[in-house]
C-alpha cells in the first residue's frame, strides 16, 4: 500500500466536509448563531437585574443551570469514559465514533460549567473560589476536578488528533494558508517515525486510561455535591455510581445521536456503519438495564423506609410531577430497552429514536433529582407566595438553555471543520493491519 | 330635607350591615355551645396554693369547635357551712383560664378532718347563666429527696397529712407522677402508687441535664379526688453528661480540614498533573525529533 498516495485520496475525500460550508451548514450555524444572541440578550438582562429575572426563590436555588451542568458534564464523562476504553483496549470499531466521542468530551466539557457560572448571583466573587477554598467543602472539589478533567481532556483530545494534523500539513495543496500554517504548527513536526509513533501511542494510551480515572472521580464529584447534604433525595450512598451509570447512558445517546447525524449528513455510510450502531444499541441496552436498576433501588429504598421526608418527596414526585416521573423513569427507560432488545427491532433508525428517548427521559430524570427535593425542605417556610415555594423556569433560563445547546452544536460543527471527523491515521492504520493479516494469512497458507 | 332623609336612611342601613350580621351569628353561636367550666387547685412546690378555672364554650355538635370564654369575671372564696370568705377575683385570659396564686401562710376555714373547701364562681351575664364549682381539698405535706446510693441515683417521694394534734399520717394508695424538667415541658420518668407514704425510683444515668449538668426532678399528684393537685420539685446536680453541649465533631464544619484530606488531594492532584507533564514532555520530544528530521531534510 502506497501510505503518501492515501493519504492525498482521504485528505481529498474529508476536504469537501472542512473546507466548503454548504446551504445547509450556512441555515444551521446562522439559526445556532440567534439562538446564542438570544442567550446573551438573556445573560444582560440577568446581570443587569439580578437573579430575580430566573425562576429561583428562596427553597429552589438550583433549577435548570444546575440540570444543564449536570446533563452536559454526564455527556463529558461518558464521552471520556468512552473514548478511554476505545483507545485503551484498540477496540476494533474505534475509528467510527472516538472523533465523535473525543469532540463531544471536550466541547461539552466547555459549555457545562458555563451554566453553573450562570446560576451564580454573584458573579464578582467568582475568584473568591480560587482565593478563599474550603478544601472540605465539595464544592470546592469540583471546581477542581472540573478544571483538572478540562485540561486533561484538551490535552488527550490533541493527543489524538497530531497524526490527523500531520496528514493535512503535508497534503495542504489548495487550503488556504492559514490552514497551512495552523496545521503546522499544531503537527508539532510529526512525521510518523517509528520513535515518534512509539512515544505518541505511549502517551495516548497514558492519558486515556487517565481521562477515564478523571471522568469517574469529576463525575463522582458532582454527585457527592448532592449526596453528602442531607437532604431527601439526594443524601444517598449510591448516588455517585448512579449518576456515572446515567452519565453513560445518556452519553451513549448523544453519541448515537451524532453518528446518525454525522453519517447522514455528509453521507459516511461506508465509515459508519450499521454495525456500528449495533454495537452502541447494545452497550445502550446494558447501560439502561443498569440505570434502571439503580433507578429502581434508590426509589424502592426510600419507599421502603418511610422516613417522613422521603414519603414527602415521593409524594410530590408521584403527583406533581406525574408525567415528568413516568417519561423519565419509565419510558426514558424501558422503551430503549424494548427496542434494542428484540433483534428485530434493532435497526439505524429505531437505535436512533431509542437514543433520544434515553437522553430526553435523561435531562428529566436530572430535573426530578434537583427540583423536588428543594421544593419540599426539612423545614418548610409558611406563607410565602406559591412561587416562591414552586419553581418553574423564565424565558431568561430557556433562552440561555438554548444557546447553551446551540453552543454544543456550533462548537462541535468548527471542530469538524477543523480536523475530519473519521480520524484519517487511524484509517490508515487499520487498512495497513488488515493487509498485514491477510499477508500472514497467505504466508501460512504457502507450504 | 329629602336629602338629610336619604342620608339618615343610608347611614341607617349601612351600620345595620355591619351589626346585625354578628349579632345574629352571635345570638346562634351561644345555642350551639355548652358551657364548660371547671375549677381545680395545685399545691406549688413552694407550699403556695394555685386556684384555677377554666371556662370553655365547647360546640354542641362539632367536638373540635371549643371557644375559650374571654374576660369572664371568676371569684374564688374558701367556705364552710355558711362562712365564706373571699380569696381574690380574676378575669379568665384568651384562653378561658382564671388564675389566682395564695401565699403559702394563707389561712383558710377547715372542717373536723382539716378539709378546705374552695370555691369559683361566675356570676353571669344577661347571655350566660351562672356557673359554679367547689372542691374539698386536704392539705398535704410533699417532699422529693434525691440521693445517689452505690452509684444509683434514687428518687424517694415522701408524702403526709397532718392530723389536728399535728401528728403526720402517711398518705395510702394515691398515685404519684415521677418527670423532669425537658427545655419545653416536663418528660414523665415513672408512675406509681404511694405505699405508707413513700415511693422510691431509680433514675435512668443517661439523662441530659441542663448547660451545667443539673436536673430538675417533680414528684406530682395529679387530680386526687381528697389532695388536688400537689406539686414538688428538687433541683440536683448529677452531672450526667449534656448531649446538646458535646462539641461538634464534624471536621468538615470547622475552619481548616482534616490533613488526611490535604494528603489525599495532594497526591491525586500530584498524580494526575504528573502525568500531564509526562504527557508534555513527550510532546516536546517529538518536536524535537521532528525539527532535527525538517534539518536534515
Same mark, same amino acid.
Given at each position: 500500500m502506497d501510505i503518501a498516495l492515501r493519504k492525498k485520496e482521504l485528505v481529498k475525500e474529508f476536504s469537501p466536509m472542512m473546507l466548503k460550508p454548504g446551504k445547509w451548514s450556512k441555515i444551521w450555524i446562522a439559526i445556532l448563531l440567534a439562538l446564542i444572541l438570544g442567550g446573551l440578550v438573556a445573560f444582560v438582562v440577568q446581570v443587569t437585574q439580578g437573579q430575580e429575572v430566573t425562576g429561583m426563590r428562596d427553597n429552589v436555588v438550583w433549577g435548570i443551570y444546575t440540570i444543564n451542568f449536570i446533563f452536559f458534564l454526564c455527556l463529558s464523562y461518558s464521552g471520556a469514559f468512552a473514548s478511554g476504553v476505545l483507545h485503551f483496549f484498540n477496540t476494533p470499531w474505534k475509528n467510527a465514533v472516538s472523533r465523535i466521542v473525543e469532540i463531544i468530551t471536550v466541547v461539552s466539557l466547555i459549555v457545562g460549567p458555563i451554566f453553573i457560572i450562570l446560576c451564580?448571583?454573584?458573579?464578582?466573587?467568582?475568584h473568591y473560589l480560587f482565593i478563599y477554598p474550603r478544601i472540605q467543602s465539595p464544592i470546592t472539589w469540583d471546581v477542581i476536578a472540573i478544571t483538572t478533567d478540562l485540561i486533561g481532556c484538551l490535552l488527550y483530545l490533541y493527543l489524538t488528533f497530531i497524526p490527523d494534523f500531520a496528514i493535512l500539513r503535508d497534503n495542504s495543496e489548495g487550503l488556504p494558508k492559514w490552514r497551512k500554517k495552523l496545521y503546522t504548527s499544531l503537527a508539532?513536526?510529526?512525521?510518523?517515525t517509528p520513535s515518534q509513533r512509539r512515544r505518541l501511542h505511549k502517551i495516548t494510551k497514558i492519558m486515556s486510561a487517565m481521562v477515564i480515572a478523571l471522568a469517574i472521580i469529576t463525575y463522582s464529584v458532582l454527585a457527592w455535591i448532592f449526596s453528602?447534604?442531607?437532604?431527601p433525595g439526594w443524601n444517598s450512598t449510591i448516588f455517585a455510581p448512579y449518576f456515572i451509570v446515567a452519565g453513560l447512558y445518556s452519553g451513549v445517546g448523544v453519541i448515537i445521536i451524532a453518528m446518525y447525524l454525522i453519517r447522514k449528513y455528509f453521507k459516511l455510510d461506508h465509515y459508519i456503519r450499521k454495525a456500528h450502531f449495533l454495537s452502541a444499541g447494545v452497550i445502550l441496552l446494558i447501560t439502561a438495564l443498569l440505570y434502571g436498576y439503580f433507578t429502581f433501588s434508590e426509589y424502592f429504598a426510600r419507599w421502603f423506609s418511610h422516613k417522613t421526608h422521603d414519603a414527602n418527596l415521593l409524594d410530590t414526585l408521584f403527583n406533581d410531577y406525574f408525567w415528568m416521573f413516568i417519561l423519565a423513569n419509565y419510558i426514558g427507560i424501558l422503551v430503549p430497552i424494548a427496542i434494542v432488545f428484540f433483534k428485530k427491532l434493532r435497526t439505524i433508525k429505531t437505535i436512533t429514536f431509542a437514543a433520544v428517548i434515553a437522553v430526553v427521559g435523561l435531562w428529566f430524570n436530572r430535573y426530578l433529582i434537583v427540583v423536588p427535593t428543594q421544593e419540599t425542605p426539612y423545614l418548610p417556610i409558611q406563607d410565602t407566595r406559591p412561587e416562591f415555594v414552586h419553581y418553574s423556569a423564565t424565558w431568561v433560563e430557556w433562552a440561555l438553555s438554548f444557546a447553551g445547546v446551540a453552543a454544543f452544536v456550533l462548537f462541535f460543527m468548527l471542530l469538524m471543520r477543523l480536523v475530519p471527523i473519521i480520524p484519517m491515521s487511524g484509517i490508515i492504520d487499520y487498512e495497513k493491519k488488515g493487509k498485514a493479516r491477510r499477508k500472514g494469512l497467505t504466508q501460512q497458507q504457502q507450504p | 330635607m329629602k336629602f338629610n332623609l336619604f342620608t339618615y336612611i343610608a347611614y341607617i342601613l349601612l351600620f345595620g350591615l355591619f351589626l346585625a350580621p354578628n349579632v345574629m351569628a352571635q345570638e346562634m353561636n351561644l345555642r350551639d355551645y355548652r358551657m364548660r367550666f371547671r375549677f381545680k387547685t395545685v399545691k406549688q412546690p413552694d407550699q403556695s396554693r394555685m386556684l384555677e378555672a377554666s371556662f370553655i364554650a365547647a360546640n354542641k355538635k362539632d367536638r373540635k369547635d371549643r371557644l375559650p370564654v374571654y374576660g369572664a369575671e371568676i371569684s374564688f372564696f374558701n367556705i364552710l357551712e355558711e362562712e365564706k370568705v373571699a380569696l381574690g377575683t380574676t378575669k379568665t385570659s384568651k384562653e378561658g383560664i382564671a388564675r389566682i396564686l395564695l401565699p403559702k401562710d394563707q389561712s383558710y376555714l377547715r372542717d373536723e378532718e382539716g378539709k378546705v373547701t374552695l370555691k369559683a364562681v361566675f356570676e353571669g351575664t344577661d347571655e350566660m347563666d351562672m356557673e359554679e364549682r367547689e372542691i374539698t381539698v386536704k392539705d398535704v405535706q410533699l417532699s422529693v429527696e434525691l440521693s445517689e446510693k452505690d452509684s444509683v441515683q434514687t428518687v424517694q417521694v415522701n408524702a403526709h397529712t397532718l392530723d389536728s394534734l399535728g401528728v403526720a399520717i402517711p398518705l395510702e394508695e394515691a398515685d404519684v407522677i415521677i418527670s423532669v424538667q425537658g427545655m419545653l415541658s416536663r418528660m414523665v420518668m415513672d408512675e406509681g402508687t404511694l405505699e405508707d407514704g413513700m415511693y422510691e425510683y431509680k433514675m435512668p444515668i443517661d439523662l441530659p441535664g441542663d448547660m451545667d449538668g443539673n436536673m430538675t426532678v417533680f414528684a406530682t399528684i395529679e387530680? @386526687?379526688?381528697?389532695?388536688g393537685d400537689v406539686v414538688q420539685k428538687k433541683t440536683v446536680k448529677w452531672e450526667v453528661t449534656n448531649i446538646s453541649n458535646?462539641?461538634?465533631?464534624? @471536621?468538615?464544619?470547622?475552619e481548616v480540614a482534616p490533613i488526611w484530606m490535604y494528603v489525599v488531594l495532594t497526591i491525586l492532584l500530584a498524580g494526575i498533573w504528573a502525568n500531564f507533564a509526562y504527557t508534555i514532555s513527550n510532546l516536546f520530544k517529538i518536536k524535537k525529533e521532528g525539527q532535527k528530521l525538517e534539518q536534515s531534510l
Amino acid at each position: 500500500m502506497d501510505i503518501a498516495l492515501r493519504k492525498k485520496e482521504l485528505v481529498k475525500e474529508f476536504s469537501p466536509m472542512m473546507l466548503k460550508p454548504g446551504k445547509w451548514s450556512k441555515i444551521w450555524i446562522a439559526i445556532l448563531l440567534a439562538l446564542i444572541l438570544g442567550g446573551l440578550v438573556a445573560f444582560v438582562v440577568q446581570v443587569t437585574q439580578g437573579q430575580e429575572v430566573t425562576g429561583m426563590r428562596d427553597n429552589v436555588v438550583w433549577g435548570i443551570y444546575t440540570i444543564n451542568f449536570i446533563f452536559f458534564l454526564c455527556l463529558s464523562y461518558s464521552g471520556a469514559f468512552a473514548s478511554g476504553v476505545l483507545h485503551f483496549f484498540n477496540t476494533p470499531w474505534k475509528n467510527a465514533v472516538s472523533r465523535i466521542v473525543e469532540i463531544i468530551t471536550v466541547v461539552s466539557l466547555i459549555v457545562g460549567p458555563i451554566f453553573i457560572i450562570l446560576c451564580m448571583a454573584r458573579l464578582d466573587r467568582l475568584h473568591y473560589l480560587f482565593i478563599y477554598p474550603r478544601i472540605q467543602s465539595p464544592i470546592t472539589w469540583d471546581v477542581i476536578a472540573i478544571t483538572t478533567d478540562l485540561i486533561g481532556c484538551l490535552l488527550y483530545l490533541y493527543l489524538t488528533f497530531i497524526p490527523d494534523f500531520a496528514i493535512l500539513r503535508d497534503n495542504s495543496e489548495g487550503l488556504p494558508k492559514w490552514r497551512k500554517k495552523l496545521y503546522t504548527s499544531l503537527a508539532i513536526g510529526y512525521r510518523d517515525t517509528p520513535s515518534q509513533r512509539r512515544r505518541l501511542h505511549k502517551i495516548t494510551k497514558i492519558m486515556s486510561a487517565m481521562v477515564i480515572a478523571l471522568a469517574i472521580i469529576t463525575y463522582s464529584v458532582l454527585a457527592w455535591i448532592f449526596s453528602l447534604t442531607l437532604q431527601p433525595g439526594w443524601n444517598s450512598t449510591i448516588f455517585a455510581p448512579y449518576f456515572i451509570v446515567a452519565g453513560l447512558y445518556s452519553g451513549v445517546g448523544v453519541i448515537i445521536i451524532a453518528m446518525y447525524l454525522i453519517r447522514k449528513y455528509f453521507k459516511l455510510d461506508h465509515y459508519i456503519r450499521k454495525a456500528h450502531f449495533l454495537s452502541a444499541g447494545v452497550i445502550l441496552l446494558i447501560t439502561a438495564l443498569l440505570y434502571g436498576y439503580f433507578t429502581f433501588s434508590e426509589y424502592f429504598a426510600r419507599w421502603f423506609s418511610h422516613k417522613t421526608h422521603d414519603a414527602n418527596l415521593l409524594d410530590t414526585l408521584f403527583n406533581d410531577y406525574f408525567w415528568m416521573f413516568i417519561l423519565a423513569n419509565y419510558i426514558g427507560i424501558l422503551v430503549p430497552i424494548a427496542i434494542v432488545f428484540f433483534k428485530k427491532l434493532r435497526t439505524i433508525k429505531t437505535i436512533t429514536f431509542a437514543a433520544v428517548i434515553a437522553v430526553v427521559g435523561l435531562w428529566f430524570n436530572r430535573y426530578l433529582i434537583v427540583v423536588p427535593t428543594q421544593e419540599t425542605p426539612y423545614l418548610p417556610i409558611q406563607d410565602t407566595r406559591p412561587e416562591f415555594v414552586h419553581y418553574s423556569a423564565t424565558w431568561v433560563e430557556w433562552a440561555l438553555s438554548f444557546a447553551g445547546v446551540a453552543a454544543f452544536v456550533l462548537f462541535f460543527m468548527l471542530l469538524m471543520r477543523l480536523v475530519p471527523i473519521i480520524p484519517m491515521s487511524g484509517i490508515i492504520d487499520y487498512e495497513k493491519k488488515g493487509k498485514a493479516r491477510r499477508k500472514g494469512l497467505t504466508q501460512q497458507q504457502q507450504p | 330635607m329629602k336629602f338629610n332623609l336619604f342620608t339618615y336612611i343610608a347611614y341607617i342601613l349601612l351600620f345595620g350591615l355591619f351589626l346585625a350580621p354578628n349579632v345574629m351569628a352571635q345570638e346562634m353561636n351561644l345555642r350551639d355551645y355548652r358551657m364548660r367550666f371547671r375549677f381545680k387547685t395545685v399545691k406549688q412546690p413552694d407550699q403556695s396554693r394555685m386556684l384555677e378555672a377554666s371556662f370553655i364554650a365547647a360546640n354542641k355538635k362539632d367536638r373540635k369547635d371549643r371557644l375559650p370564654v374571654y374576660g369572664a369575671e371568676i371569684s374564688f372564696f374558701n367556705i364552710l357551712e355558711e362562712e365564706k370568705v373571699a380569696l381574690g377575683t380574676t378575669k379568665t385570659s384568651k384562653e378561658g383560664i382564671a388564675r389566682i396564686l395564695l401565699p403559702k401562710d394563707q389561712s383558710y376555714l377547715r372542717d373536723e378532718e382539716g378539709k378546705v373547701t374552695l370555691k369559683a364562681v361566675f356570676e353571669g351575664t344577661d347571655e350566660m347563666d351562672m356557673e359554679e364549682r367547689e372542691i374539698t381539698v386536704k392539705d398535704v405535706q410533699l417532699s422529693v429527696e434525691l440521693s445517689e446510693k452505690d452509684s444509683v441515683q434514687t428518687v424517694q417521694v415522701n408524702a403526709h397529712t397532718l392530723d389536728s394534734l399535728g401528728v403526720a399520717i402517711p398518705l395510702e394508695e394515691a398515685d404519684v407522677i415521677i418527670s423532669v424538667q425537658g427545655m419545653l415541658s416536663r418528660m414523665v420518668m415513672d408512675e406509681g402508687t404511694l405505699e405508707d407514704g413513700m415511693y422510691e425510683y431509680k433514675m435512668p444515668i443517661d439523662l441530659p441535664g441542663d448547660m451545667d449538668g443539673n436536673m430538675t426532678v417533680f414528684a406530682t399528684i395529679e387530680d @386526687h379526688e381528697d389532695y388536688g393537685d400537689v406539686v414538688q420539685k428538687k433541683t440536683v446536680k448529677w452531672e450526667v453528661t449534656n448531649i446538646s453541649n458535646q462539641e461538634n465533631k464534624n @471536621h468538615l464544619w470547622s475552619e481548616v480540614a482534616p490533613i488526611w484530606m490535604y494528603v489525599v488531594l495532594t497526591i491525586l492532584l500530584a498524580g494526575i498533573w504528573a502525568n500531564f507533564a509526562y504527557t508534555i514532555s513527550n510532546l516536546f520530544k517529538i518536536k524535537k525529533e521532528g525539527q532535527k528530521l525538517e534539518q536534515s531534510l
